[in-house]
């Protein structure tokens, strides 16, 4: 268990697994999260990562947040937390 | 992720039920394509007969009793969880690295690579290397017209492999190669009689059997999309951008696709990415070319699915990623 987000050990997932150093998996984790608030605009949700602790938050801009393990469960709260479900086809 | 190569090389041998999955894997077992086996023989039937067939693998294990994919499920992981066990304990030993899967008739191999994805252990020792089922000469145009089931199962393979192609007709075989592209056109097909490799003929001009709608399911065929990724760079953009939109086009259009396959270069190697269905492999980190020797297959990677409008998918790639330039 970790002692900052309470995550048990998990198997890393997939869309992490584009870097080999520290320096690069912290480098995808942050343009991860300012491409996840480009694409959530439209939906009035934003992404946060703090880099020192796993996870992803996202956040409806009225006080609720969810702290996120993997890009996947992001997605389960995207639709949770904005009604309404994200679908990558219509992003223009 | 250094330990990636170390994993079980799985290769999951479906079919429907009498298709010859036995007698193809006898021969391997004999020809020795495998090198040193562990084999998992599944049956329905109570009482296995299969596995006295299969003598030459190094080892054998059998569920028998159920199907793996439903009833047999925590049998399957349990026994997988005692080879993994028992190969991480005895490194001293030279270990077998090939797991050749025998599933029964009536298992969907789409249901069993989830089970082993879902498992936070298996995940770590188990690597998928193929799929291949086995069809019928002789029954498999019946099997996938009323057979749901059969259809899943060709859906699922990398590699279809026709049997008894010595006692069908020459015109039989070549509609069922057609109507089996139809429903799988990503897929590999090989014919071969009692385990012997056989030619196919050409079936380019032949027709597909129509197929109907079973279980109200809307039967549309398969097809595929192939998505270049060379034009958006090799960076940590490129990476980022299409891990983002694919994990949301698997969320939300998940059910619709039934494989997802391709090299993606990336700052930390080429990943091998490999779906079924929803559910994505961990990925394989694959060794590096050598210097000039760029594989053109390299970031491009296949989906596959129902209804997928091509013009759509391009351009909410295209998007996605002009976004993470940015």
Redesign the interface.
């Known amino acids: 268990m970790c002692s900052a987000c309470g995550f048990p050990p998990?198997?890393?997932h997939?869309?992490d697994?584009?870097?080999?150093t520290p320096t690069?998996r912290l480098?995808?984790r942050f343009?991860?999260v300012a491409?996840?608030n480009?694409?959530l605009k439209p939906l009035g949700l934003g992404a946060h990562d703090l880099g020192v602790q796993p996870g992803i938050q996202i956040s409806n801009g009225m006080g609720q947040t969810k702290l996120c393990q993997t890009?996947?469960e992001a997605?389960?709260q995207v639709e949770i937390l904005s009604g309404t479900?994200?679908?990558?086809?219509?992003?223009? | 992720?250094s330990s990636e190569e170390n994993r079980l090389r799985l290769t999951i041998l479906g079919g429907f039920l009498g298709a010859g999955k036995s007698t193809w894997l006898r021969h391997q077992l004999f020809a020795e394509t495998y090198d040193q086996p562990h084999v998992i023989v599944n049956e329905v039937a109570p009482h296995a007969v299969d596995d006295t067939l299969l003598a030459g693998a190094r080892c054998l294990d059998v569920l028998a009793g159920g199907c793996v994919c439903c009833d047999q499920k925590e049998q399957m992981i349990e026994l997988l969880h005692s080879i993994c066990n028992d190969r991480s304990r005895m490194q001293d030993v030279p270990q077998t690295r090939q797991l050749v899967f025998e599933m029964s008739g009536v298992a969907d191999p789409g249901q069993v690579l989830t089970a082993i994805q879902n498992d936070?252990i298996l995940?770590?020792h188990i690597l998928l290397e193929e799929i291949i089922v086995v069809v019928d000469a002789l029954h498999g145009l019946e099997q996938v017209r009323t057979e749901p089931l059969s259809r899943c199962q060709i859906e699922a393979a990398d590699q279809i492999l026709i049997t008894k192609t010595d006692c069908c007709d020459a015109q039989t075989l070549e509609t069922l190669l057609a109507t089996l592209k139809q429903l799988n056109p990503a897929s590999e097909c090989r014919a071969s009689v009692f385990g012997v490799e056989e030619p196919l003929p050409d079936a380019s001009s032949a027709q597909p059997v129509p197929l109907p709608d079973l279980d109200g399911q809307t039967e549309e065929p398969l097809s595929s999309v192939s998505l270049n990724l060379d034009e958006s760079g090799t960076d940590?953009?490129t990476?980022?951008?299409f891990?983002?939109?694919l994990?949301?086009?698997?969320?939300?259009?998940g059910n619709h696709m039934v494989r997802v396959k391709g090299v993606v270069r990336?700052?930390?190697?080429r990943?091998l990415?490999q779906s079924v269905r929803k559910v994505?492999?961990?990925?394989e980190?694959l060794p590096d070319l050598p210097l000039g020797g760029e594989r053109s297959s390299d970031n491009t990677v296949v989906l596959i699915g129902r209804g997928l409008?091509h013009e759509?998918?391009h351009n909410?790639l295209h998007?996605?990623m002009t976004?993470?330039a940015?």
Do not use: Y
Not at chain 1, 85 to 92: A, C, G
């Open positions: 998990a198997v890393g997939w869309t697994a584009g870097g080999q690069e480098r995808i343009s991860r491409l996840l480009e694409l890009l996947e997605w389960d479900s994200f679908d990558p086809l219509n992003v223009v | 992720m936070p995940n770590r940590v953009n990476w980022v951008g891990s983002v939109w994990s949301a086009m698997l969320h939300t259009h990336t700052p930390g190697g990943l990415l994505m492999q961990a990925p980190i409008n759509r998918i909410s998007h996605v976004k993470t940015n």
